[in-house]
């Protein structure tokens, strides 16, 4: 059975960090882009950031560009996300996903396997 288990969701204040996590069990994913989307209440999911099955590539979206960074380690199986300078608009329930391929391009279209989700509330 496969699960994608995110942690390090909380509180933070503004201008602060967070590193959320996002191991997956039960099958490996190295050779498949994994990818991170926030949902806030009232608003459509919005894509977050992606990386590659090798890590050597990765995607933002704009809104958090040079503000968050994505990384992975295949050994462990799972993936990160560093969320540096948080905004209050930064407030949702982020979730963790393993894509349809092994490029970043994947993540846009099709999501195999979703994360249960974890609330990051930003307060100003």
């Known amino acids: 059975q496969v699960q994608l288990v995110e942690s390090g969701g909380g509180l933070v204040q503004a201008g602060g960090s967070l590193r959320l996590s996002c191991a997956a069990s039960?099958?490996?994913?190295?050779?498949?882009?994994r990818g991170w989307f926030r949902q806030a209440p009232g608003k459509d999911r919005e894509f977050v950031a992606a990386?590659?099955?090798?890590?050597?590539?990765?995607a933002y979206g704009d809104s958090v560009k040079g503000r968050f960074t994505i990384s992975r380690d295949n050994a462990k199986n799972t993936v990160y996300l560093q969320m540096n300078s948080l905004k209050p608009e930064d407030t949702a329930v982020y979730s963790c996903?393993?894509?349809?391929?092994?490029?970043?391009?994947?993540?846009?279209?099709?999501?195999?396997?979703w994360g249960q989700g974890t609330q990051v509330t930003v307060s100003s």
């Open positions: 990386i590659s099955w090798s890590g050597g590539s990765t």
């Open positions: 996903a393993v894509c349809g391929a092994s490029d970043t391009d994947s993540c846009y279209y099709y999501k195999q396997y």
């Open positions: 039960g099958r490996t994913f190295s050779n498949y882009a």
